[in-house]
């Protein structure tokens, strides 16, 4: 009898010691839950000063300071990962990053493919050149080869003027902005279309070898992106935002980057 009992007792203890195991993985606590979730932010590395590596290799810039203090207040955590960011809808959709937080234009295409936060910032798509390259207006890139960052809001703003774009001697296509500028100074090419914040960021750098026209590409809006289905988690990060604009924070993170308050 006492044996008897002895496994029936053994037994129940190992059931539930069963259970609840397997009601941690159910409720996902093991790899992050509502509680206590890490976010992977999807970024392009070589995007200052909105995204990029430092001198010590290090991940810094305005929309990581903005991401990490708005999941901060999420409570959630967040992992960076830099990407290709001509593929970064395939790499939200394919749930290898759950949102793209870096210089991310509104576009009709992005509002029907992604949902996307309200928008946080504006943003120019201006034109650098060289001080001495002739080109004083937007009329001057007939037969210049233009450079643009591939899968940039710059491709869209550009073609978003077939006969400009058709005047172009070539429209050339760069993985990242910095390549793109070295080569505008080397004259390999003859401007360069970027977004404003990026563009003041390199040109403020270096003044004398860039000069930046008053004629632009047009006006555009940041936000973030996640998946259409992850209403929870853009909800959670717009409250954020919320609430960094309405007591100052961001504004603070955007003093520290670039001079003044530009959040919406």
């Not at 009601?23 to 996902?28: K, N």
């Not at 563009?199 to 403020?204: A, L």
Request: aromatic share 6%; charged share 25%; proline share 3%.
């Amino acid at each position: 009898m006492q044996n008897a009992m002895r496994k029936f007792l053994l037994g129940s203890v190992a059931a539930v010691v069963l259970a609840a195991c397997g009601g941690e993985s159910a409720s996902g606590t093991a790899s992050g839950s509502s509680e206590s979730k890490t976010v992977v932010m999807g970024l392009d590395d070589s995007f200052p000063p909105m995204g990029f590596r430092n001198e010590k290799n290090e991940l810094v810039g305005f929309d990581i300071d903005m991401a990490r203090e708005a999941a901060k207040r999420a409570g959630l955590a967040v992992e960076l990962k830099p990407i290709d960011w001509s593929a970064k809808e395939s790499e939200l959709n394919s749930k290898r990053v759950d949102m793209l937080w870096n210089g991310l234009t509104i576009t009709p295409q992005r509002q029907q493919q992604l949902l996307l936060s309200k928008p946080y910032m504006d943003n120019h798509q201006i034109i650098v050149v060289r001080p001495d390259g002739g080109i004083n207006t937007k009329a001057d890139l007939a037969g210049k080869v233009v450079g643009v960052q591939d899968g940039s809001s710059a491709v869209d703003a550009v073609e978003a003027e077939p006969n400009m774009a058709k005047s172009f001697k070539e429209l050339k296509k760069y993985a990242d902005n910095v390549t793109a500028l070295m080569d505008v100074s080397a004259k390999r090419v003859d401007a360069l279309v970027v977004d404003e914040v990026v563009g003041r960021y390199y040109v403020s750098k270096k003044p004398n070898e860039y000069k930046v026209l008053n004629d632009n590409f047009g006006t555009e809006q940041y936000a973030v992106a996640f998946r259409k289905d992850d209403q929870a988690l853009e909800q959670k990060i717009q409250t954020a935002l919320d609430s960094m604009k309405a007591d100052g924070t961001s504004a603070k993170i955007a003093t520290k980057w670039f001079g003044n308050d530009i959040v919406k």
